[in-house]
């Protein structure tokens, strides 16, 4: 909340007097959508480390990785500050692994692991719920000329399935934070290194080091169960299979199960395109404290007085924290938890 905090402060108090950003308006959400369509990519790539020699056994017949997330069309955001003639630019991208997040993460965990002996049938499997790398070049997180701080959401499940059960094994929820090289040639590799392979070594340590026949005596989950619970009803929210419904949003909770607390409000434009909201008593509506509001056409997050349209991107949401058209920071709505990427 440090770099949203002081972009807010740097962008709209020194930026915006001069060049208003259009925040609040079917403008705006057009603008934004099309320039989502836009934002430039990186790809990388995650290496095997692991020769034949260096392999370690394991007792079956496959590893299996499913990308579960809301958002499975990238797994990190790289945004860099410049400095433009009039005013600040930033440069937004997209960073996705070569093939996906599940071949790349398959692909090296057979190289973790020797093929099993022949006839054993059980698998692995890991259900990735959440994977998300961010690095932005903010003036607030310096630690030198050429390095920032970066961060790794990662949240995995993982079964042992044999015939038809699945058994629960173990769950990796953590948060990583590490240096990234501010350099756009550097950014891949640094990510790769710091966040991407310390995820995969983890899962494959746990991988290793459980007992796996002990797995095999807790209780078991059926696979239409686990089917369902994975690929159908997360993504069964509210928010993501209705129509929106007109109101107040006085948190995540009420913004997903697209049930607003505020049902009848009425909003007023001011100035630098800030809003003030009312209820229909005509009682002030505390903006800093609520999630966001939907007019009835369009979901709308609240920074303060500021509100950005929220932009669906697969099952998730994006949004321009924005000054003007140039200086537009990427944001990524955590479906699991409700907070910023």
């Known amino acids: 909340m440090k770099i949203i905090a002081y972009y807010l402060i740097i962008t709209f108090c020194f930026v915006l007097p001069v060049h208003p950003a259009h925040s609040q308006g079917t403008g705006n959400y057009e603008r934004d959508s099309i320039d989502l369509t836009r934002i430039q990519r990186l790809t990388i790539h995650l290496e095997n480390e692991y020769g034949t020699s260096s392999a370690l056994d394991l007792p079956f017949k496959d590893v299996r990785v499913e990308d579960v997330r809301f958002d499975t069309t990238y797994i990190g955001i790289y945004s860099k500050l410049t400095t433009g003639f009039v005013t600040p630019v930033i440069d937004n991208y997209k960073i996705n692994l070569d093939g996906g997040l599940a071949h790349s993460f398959k692909n090296y965990l057979e190289g973790v692991f020797k093929n099993p002996q022949s006839g054993q049938e059980n698998e692995v499997v890991c259900f990735i719920k959440s994977l998300t790398v961010v690095r932005r070049d903010t003036l607030t997180e310096t630690s030198s000329m050429y390095n920032k701080y970066g961060t790794m959401k990662f949240d995995v499940e993982v079964f042992l399935h044999s015939g038809s059960n699945y058994f629960a094994a173990f769950k990796i929820d953590t948060v990583l934070n590490s240096m990234v090289n501010i350099q756009k040639r550097q950014v891949g590799e640094d990510m790769v290194q710091n966040f991407l392979m310390p995820a995969v ?16 005596k807790r209780k078991a989950f059926t696979g239409d169960f686990v089917d369902t619970h994975y690929f159908t009803s997360r993504f069964n929210l509210p928010v993501l299979t209705e ?21 009848n409000f009425n909003l007023t434009k001011e100035k630098f395109k800030t809003i ?15 999630f966001g509001y939907c007019d009835g056409e369009k979901c709308w997050i609240l920074m303060g007085n500021y509100p950005f349209p929220l932009v669906r991107t697969g099952n998730g949401f994006e949004f321009f924290l924005s000054a003007n058209k140039r200086t ?14």
Request: aromatic fraction near 8%; glycine fraction near 6%.
């Open 243 to 263: 129509p929106w419904k007109k109101g107040v949003y006085r948190n995540f909770t009420e913004f997903k199960n697209n049930a607003p607390g505020i049902e």
């Open 276 to 290: 003030l909201l009312s209820d229909s008593k005509g009682d002030l509506i505390p903006t800093t404290k609520m």
């Open 201 to 216: 070594r983890l899962m494959a340590r746990q991988i290793s080091n459980t007992n796996w026949q002990s797995i095999a």
């Open 328 to 341: 537009k920071l990427l944001l990524a709505l955590d479906m699991e938890k409700g907070s910023l990427d």
